[in-house]
């Protein structure tokens, strides 16, 4: 089992910055590919970013690329999400995944609100 809990969620203005955080724990972190997903309201929960093992590779969705950076730290167990120049459609509920496959996704936290007011 692998228990995900994401912080740093909160009421930003638009063109704003936050910074997500998702600490880990129980099995080995650096096993996982981490992810992160939001949902906004009536919508269905949409990918936002991928980050390899090693922090190697990163993927975003066009939505978010240029204004968010996915990064990780190994030795803390945590993932990061730093969101710039935030947008009112970035509204949602943020979730980390967990998966050893880079799509298959293994576990999930429980998600931090992001809400950006024009």
């Known amino acids: 089992q692998v228990q995900l809990v994401e912080s740093g969620g909160g009421l930003v203005q638009a063109g704003g910055s936050l910074r997500l955080a998702c600490a880990a724990s129980g099995r080995t972190f650096t096993n996982y590919y981490m992810s992160w997903f939001r949902q906004a309201p009536g919508k269905d929960r949409e990918f936002v970013s991928r980050i390899s093992r090693s922090s190697g590779s990163t993927y975003y969705a066009d939505s978010v690329k240029g204004r968010f950076t996915i990064s990780r730290d190994n030795a803390k167990n945590t993932v990061y999400l730093q969101m710039n120049n935030l947008k009112p459609e970035d509204t949602a509920v943020y979730y980390c995944?967990?998966?050893?496959?880079?799509?298959?996704?293994?576990?999930w936290g429980q998600g931090t609100q992001v809400t950006v007011s024009s």
């Open positions: 995944a967990a998966s050893i496959i880079p799509t298959k996704y293994d576990y």
